[in-house]
């Protein structure tokens, strides 16, 4: 492209006659091809081609004048998980409306092994067994319930929101914590001694 | 050489054609990783609210004519005696995070005294009730809900925020009657052996 044919016309030349001096018309082209690509670098890391992630999140509907809240969840199929402070996960069977049985509150982790995952596996795979076996029907679906501490961060809170898409629990829901939840978490960081 | 720099200077177009500027963004900000890909579909427009580490609000939308008519709606609304060229300083501007108190004083200040006021800001005051007095983030809401029923809205906060923070842009959503929002996340890789591996692994088995 940017060079053109100076061989000549390819006759021959007498041995007497002095061939003319050739002038090489070749561009070098790399410091162009460089800069090229220096460009392309830039617009590339300053692109917006990449549109950001998101996660879409559905709160349940609240009407404020509305006071009564059907309570239609099943026992048998909530999990409520607690966030807390420094990346803590608390979590018991069931929503602990008896307030009469206190629920037995376990604390796990975030950790891929033996952390919140293998629990919500675990009950996922325990309501459906109660659905083969007919105790529950088939419109029951396993429920977890978050309620993160006011001592959680966010990013907790999209993790958990996270393992549900992962675990593909369909029925969630972020909830306030109530003062009876921060009770559990605090008796048991008393009885695990944890500060 | 030919070939590879027609190559190149063809990208490079490309580039400089499809590029659209990132606007500047007014906190570092690390969102949480999800495993998550939903984009935001092209053409909508944005209300982004950013939250930062401490907690300070900062709030953005990407289109002009928005900017433009919530921030005459936030003048007439809160009576905060914007001049028309302070009012032209903030559709120039990409986000904002400064409570109404201060908004008049920021926007005529210097670009580079302004870069300063926004890194230290304090944030748009908000609220877990809508209709507390100090809720000015409810007021931005309003407004850009207003002029355009359609915003989407999108929460990018950085995961070591606290979760009141955030809880309390959330309470205010649902005050307005917003259940549905985006919550903008890094992409991670889907663990091996859980439900969704399993589901993305079907669906690349069928194509």
Redesign the interface.
């Known amino acids: 492209m940017a060079e053109m044919d100076t061989s000549g016309g390819g006759h021959k030349k007498g041995p007497g006659v002095k061939k003319g001096k050739k002038l090489s018309t070749r561009i070098d082209l790399t410091p162009m091809v460089d800069l090229g690509f220096l460009l392309i670098t830039f617009f590339m890391y300053t692109t917006t081609l990449a549109k950001p992630k998101t996660m879409e999140i559905n709160m349940p509907y609240k009407d404020p004048n509305d006071k009564v809240e059907p309570n239609k969840i099943k026992e048998s199929v909530a999990l409520t998980v607690l966030l807390s402070k420094n990346h803590r996960v608390y979590y018991y069977e069931g929503m602990a409306s008896d307030p009469t049985k206190p629920p037995d509150l376990k604390a796990t982790t975030f950790a891929a092994k033996n952390g919140i995952r293998d629990e919500i596996i675990a009950k996922k795979k325990m309501v459906d067994d109660l659905k083969r076996a007919g105790t529950l029907t088939a419109k029951d679906e396993m429920t977890v319930l978050i309620k993160p501490d006011t001592t959680s961060s966010y990013g907790d809170m999209v993790n958990m929101l996270d393992e549900m898409n992962i675990n593909d629990i369909k029925v969630y829901a972020i909830i306030d914590i109530t003062d009876v939840d921060q009770n559990f978490i605090k008796e048991t960081e008393v009885a695990n001694g944890v500060k | 050489?030919?070939a590879?720099?027609d190559v190149?200077?063809l990208?490079?177009t490309f580039?400089?054609l499809?590029?659209?500027?990132?606007p500047p963004e007014p906190v570092v900000v690390s969102t949480?990783?999800?495993?998550?890909?939903?984009?935001?579909p092209?053409g909508d427009i944005i209300l982004l609210l950013t939250?930062d580490a401490k907690g300070r609000i900062y709030v953005a939308m990407d289109d002009r004519p928005t900017r433009q008519s919530v921030i005459e709606m936030v003048n007439s609304d809160k009576d905060l005696q914007l001049t028309k060229g302070e009012m032209n300083t903030f559709v120039a501007d990409a986000s904002e995070g400064i409570p109404f108190s201060a908004l008049k004083a920021y926007l005529d200040a210097t670009p580079d005294q302004q870069k300063m006021d926004e890194v230290n800001a304090a944030g748009i005051p908000a609220d877990t009730a809508v209709l507390a007095p100090n809720n000015e983030l409810a007021e931005w809401i309003k407004a850009a809900r207003t002029t355009n029923s359609k915003i989407r809205i999108?929460i990018?906060?950085?995961?070591?925020?606290?979760?009141?923070?955030?809880?309390k842009i959330?309470k205010t959503?649902?005050?307005y009657k917003i259940?549905?929002?985006?919550?903008?996340?890094?992409?991670k890789g889907?663990?091996a052996g859980?439900?969704?591996?399993d589901?993305a692994h079907k669906a690349d088995a069928k194509k």
């Open positions: 050489m030919t590879m720099c190149a200077f990208l490079l580039f400089m499809a590029t659209k500027f990132k949480p990783k999800s495993i998550s890909d939903i984009t935001v092209h939250v999108c990018k906060a950085d995961g070591a925020a606290s979760y009141p923070s955030v809880q959330i959503l649902e005050g259940f549905k929002f985006n919550l903008i996340t890094d992409l889907i663990p859980t439900a969704a591996y589901d």
